[in-house]
């Protein structure tokens, strides 16, 4: 019971899925019954949506969430009106004015215009997830780079207790400075946290609903969930997940965590972190968090953009890399001692604090990449430690807050296979169709390839007769497509061995025991069977007729083993000890119009069919398989990836042409690929940028809208120079107008940030950024990017005429070096850091280096990845050599060679590299001499076995061959 002053009312009336007419005659019925004065206690009702909802007569606002991905609904009480305002996706139903019998009248207003400040934003989500479950928490006392290393959360996801939880987390990131002038940049951005523990087997949806509560119109906006499989190497924790994007925009982290710790976890907990900022600058429609309305009449500028400038000061000029680096030691020895007491959660407090220095030591450059793994072992050490403190302290409270236990495996009712078999007596079509949550494009055409080879294997291997197999997917589903499957095996007729014909007989010819019991194994008599010899012994064979068993049994009895050997590059838990790529959330499985009855990963087959989440009908119930074609496509989905990328790339050409423009053709390979399985049922958007982000290198451009936000730029067919167009793909059914403006919106704010950090870079020469690699550290005993880059230079007149090369090709080398690594120290490549060399080229000639130059110092990084093109010119080959011959005999010498297991330092991609410039460039060079030039400038002794140990390292070998470096 629901008790409103002095009335009770059945629960079920307050938001109980029923007609109006219902609700009216229910509440009538009990006003009736109700005294005189616990009448007017009821003030004011009205039915919403199909529920019907009821005010206490002495409140005069309040806020519903009535159900997951529905309304938020806000109830105002004035003078004796009633004022429903409602934020809602799904349709909201008008009403009239109603006369309550005590006389109050009600009004009911649709108002969409006002949507929440940032302080009600979080009252929202507080109040949403705390009836969800979640107990509402602080945020921590320390600072955090993310609300993940709150103690709520990394702690709680530890062991077998269940924990939901919700909690705001100023999150706290030095390298995200920028004096309040990038429009969604913060150092202290503003996370919301929520934890799901165990997973409740439909997270999604209830984030969905999150959206809703907030007032984000879900079938107008393109929400998506993209790869991005999160991983923490200071906590040892990593997990396989999504960025959720609001056109375009990165508005929440979804992930599964799978470790943590250094931990395996079970049960698996679900992490959703909101990014505030952004999503508040999306609803409330301003382009800079200083927009944002923080609280009525107060501004999030007003509040903290001078938070946000002084700050920025001190992490990016002013914060004493001396000392900061001692808190750091003093943190480490501290929380080390800590744990020696056995005290995990002062010991863990101590360890976000020397997090958060590294964080002002990183933003201040003074960690070198090879440094950083040093770092990252440090604090990942201490958090593993803490983990184990915390789980032992638990389990001696014996888990106060109760024990997860493993689900009981669901299956269907056994007679449900004899049904099935009986009402299938001619050639049917079968389809299965294997729902998750959002697959990673490459998982999807793997999928799709192994399922291709899987099945065409189970149907010959189990004698079924078939007219034609199609396997299909999207990011949300693949699908097996069998037309006219047969309804039972073909008969086979083959022999079976027995036993020896010496123990099948005994010295009388009299069959032994052996031989009866083998007749009555496979049900023949003595009088069937046959001695053939096999090999040199005789043994007893029998011909038995095989029958053939119902398709529908041995699609039942196979098809767990057939999911079960699909495998992915990165496979996770989620609820067992099953893994995919992603959590499977239904199982279509139908033959004609049977269901075929088996479970896999906790779920049951049906016939659900789930179209586009923010579909009219997100949930189809299909009568029989031979209609799955046609009730697929008329939900807008497009199962073939073929198509989808012709549909993608047809009407993207169309689009760019209307502005004069063309696709440019590295697009039409990769990319496509990607944004064609991020997709189920494209929809085009042409979007614009303003001219004067021209003015920015093409390569930056590119890459920004190729790398984070997998849009297509758009190039003047006639010169190739970029327009200030592109074009996104989006999925499903949207408001064009509204996704649009969200993506150039994005788009502008990160072409603002690489447009600042340009600026900044060319205010000075290149060369003046080279004495900023000091504070960069390479490695605590080999120095800084500068001693490394000082000592490459030096080498390089040694190096070319070893590798051959003329005068002039060792003069451009030596030239380049003194700039080669310069960017590392330049705004643009310290934010995007996959630019190192291409903006170093773009500088050395924005200031007159010659062309030999520029080149050679892009090609010093060549190859950056596999596939990678590779330095060509004799400048280039001599730097890219120099400088990987220098990370490997240096940090060989200091003990950082890779083992059998991990290589953090990258050493044997630096080898291979090494040896594709050579290899590839038809060049050679003595190894054994080159190694010891390399040794004679390192800062620490090096020994021969070091050198040795270089010359061993297995990825000198290629494809079984030995490359022959030795001249």
Not at 46 to 51: E, V
Not at 576 to 594: A, E, K, V
Not at 813 to 831: C, G, H, I, K, W
């Amino acid at each position: 019971l629901l008790r409103l002053g002095e009335m009770a009312l059945p629960s079920s009336l307050w938001a109980a899925p029923r007609t109006a007419a219902a609700n009216l005659r229910a509440l009538g019925s009990l006003l009736g019954k109700a005294s005189a004065p616990a009448a007017p206690s009821v003030t004011s009702f009205c039915h919403l949506n199909s529920r019907c909802f009821f005010i206490p007569a002495g409140i005069q606002e309040c806020c519903l969430f009535p159900f997951f991905g529905a309304t938020r609904i806000t109830f105002l009480q004035t003078r004796g009106r009633l004022k429903v305002r409602c934020l809602s996706t799904i349709g909201t139903e008008r009403h009239d004015g109603v006369t309550e019998r005590n006389g109050i009248g009600c009004s009911f207003v649709e108002d969409k215009s006002d949507p929440p400040t940032f302080q009600q934003a979080i009252q929202l989500l507080q109040e949403y997830w705390a009836s969800i479950g979640c107990v509402v928490m602080q945020s921590s006392n320390t600072e955090v780079g993310a609300g993940t290393m709150n103690p709520a959360t990394f702690l709680r996801v530890l062991g077998p207790e269940p924990w939901n939880a919700a909690y705001v987390e100023p999150s706290i990131r030095p390298d995200d400075s920028r004096f309040g002038d990038n429009p969604n940049r913060l150092q202290r951005h503003t996370q919301f946290q929520v934890i799901l523990k165990p997973d409740p087997g439909n997270s999604q949806e209830i984030y969905l609903g999150s959206l809703a509560a907030l007032g984000v119109d879900t079938k107008a906006h393109d929400v998506r969930f993209v790869e991005d499989n999160w991983e923490s190497p200071v906590l040892g924790a990593w997990g396989l997940g999504w960025e959720v994007w609001l056109d375009g925009m990165e508005i929440t982290q979804f992930t599964y965590f799978q470790q943590a710790g250094s931990m395996p976890l079970m049960p698996i907990s679900v992490e959703i972190t909101y990014g505030l900022e952004r999503i508040l600058m999306a609803i409330q429609g301003v382009d800079h968090f200083k927009m944002i309305q923080y609280a009525p009449g107060m501004t999030y500028g007003e509040l903290f953009l001078e938070n946000e400038k002084e700050m920025s000061m001190y992490y990016l000029d002013n914060a004493s890399v001396e000392k900061v680096q001692q808190r750091f030691d003093l943190y480490d020895a501290e929380a080390q001692d800590l744990l020696n007491k056995g005290l995990a959660i002062p010991a863990y407090d101590h360890l976000l604090k020397a997090s958060h220095a590294f964080n002002v030591l990183d933003a201040r450059g003074a960690i070198g990449v090879t440094e950083r793994a040093r770092y990252f072992g440090r604090m990942r050490r201490l958090a593993r430690d803490c983990a184990q403190l915390w789980v032992e302290m638990r389990v001696r409270l014996n888990h106060p807050l109760g024990f997860w236990k493993c689900p009981s495996p669901m299956c269907h009712p056994p007679e449900a296979i004899s049904e099935a078999a009986e009402k299938i007596v001619s050639p049917r079509h079968f389809v299965l169709e294997i729902g998750s949550e959002e697959l990673p494009s490459q998982d999807v055409t793997s999928a799709i390839e192994q399922l291709e080879v899987t099945m065409h294997c189970f149907l010959k291997e189990r004698r079924l007769n078939y007219g034609c197999v199609s396997i299909l997917g999207t990011p949300r589903r693949l699908v097996v497509y069998i037309e006219d499957l047969a309804p039972t095996q073909d008969n086979i007729i083959k022999e079976v061995r027995g036993p020896p014909h010496q123990k099948a007989f005994d010295d009388k010819g009299h069959p032994t025991l052996a031989l009866h019991g083998f007749c009555r194994k496979i049900g023949v008599t003595k009088d069937d069977v046959f001695v053939r010899a096999d090999g040199k012994i005789d043994y007893v064979y029998a011909t038995v007729k095989e029958h053939g068993k119902h398709a529908v049994k041995v699609l039942s009895e196979d098809l767990p083993s057939i999911l079960g050997r699909i495998s992915f590059h990165k496979s996770m838990r989620w609820n067992s000890q099953i893994t995919y790529s992603r959590p499977i959330r239904w199982l279509l499985s139908l033959y004609g119009d049977m269901v075929v009855p088996f479970s896999y990963a906790e779920v049951l087959s049906g016939r659900e069919l789930h179209s586009l989440r923010n579909s009219s009908a997100p949930i189809v119930q299909l009568r029989r398989a031979e209609d799955y074609m046609e009730c697929i496509t008329s939900t807008g989905i497009i199962l073939n990836m073929q198509e989808r990328r012709n549909v993608i790339w047809s009407k993207s050409t169309a689009l760019a042409a209307t502005v004069g423009g063309r696709i440019p053709k590295e697009v039409h390979g990769s990319l496509l690929n990607e944004v064609a399985n991020l997709v189920e049922a494209p929809t085009l958007l042409l979007g614009s940028f303003d001219e004067s982000f021209l003015e920015l290198p093409r390569d930056v451009l590119t890459m920004v809208m190729y790398k984070h936000q997998r849009y297509f730029p758009i190039e003047d067919p006639g010169n190739g120079h970029l327009l200030p167009a592109f074009i996104v793909v989006a999925n499903g059914k949207i408001d064009k107008g509204v996704v649009q403006k969200g993506s150039e919106s994005v788009l502008r704010a990160r072409y603002e940030d690489a447009k600042f950090f340009y600026e900044s870079d060319i205010s000075k020469p290149l060369a003046e950024f080279r004495p900023q690699l000091h504070g960069v550290l390479f490695q605590e005993r080999l120095g800084s990017m500068l001693d490394k880059s000082l000592r490459v230079e030096k080498v390089i007149p040694q190096l070319g005429p070893l590798m051959g090369f003329d005068a002039s090709s060792i003069s451009t080398a030596q030239r380049a070096a003194t700039v080669a690594t310069a960017d590392l120290a330049t705004s643009l490549v310290t934010e995007f850091t996959n630019l190192a060399g291409v903006m170093g080229r773009h500088y050395a000639l924005m200031e007159g280096q010659p062309v030999a130059v520029a080149q050679a110092i892009f090609e010093s990084v060549l190859p950056r990845f596999a596939g990678d093109a590779l330095p060509n010119s004799q400048a280039g080959i001599l730097l890219a050599v120099s400088d990987r011959l220098d990370s490997l005999v240096g940090l060989f010498s200091v003990g950082c060679q890779p083992s059998a297991t991990a290589d953090p330092f990258g050493l044997r991609r630096c080898a291979y590299g090494l040896v594709q410039a050579i290899v590839e460039n038809n060049r050679t060079l003595d190894m054994n001499k080159a190694l010891h030039v390399i040794a004679s400038v390192q800062p620490v002794p090096v020994v021969d076995s070091a050198v040795s140990e270089v010359l061993k390292l297995h990825l000198f070998r290629k494809d079984g061959l030995v490359f022959f470096l030795v001249k």
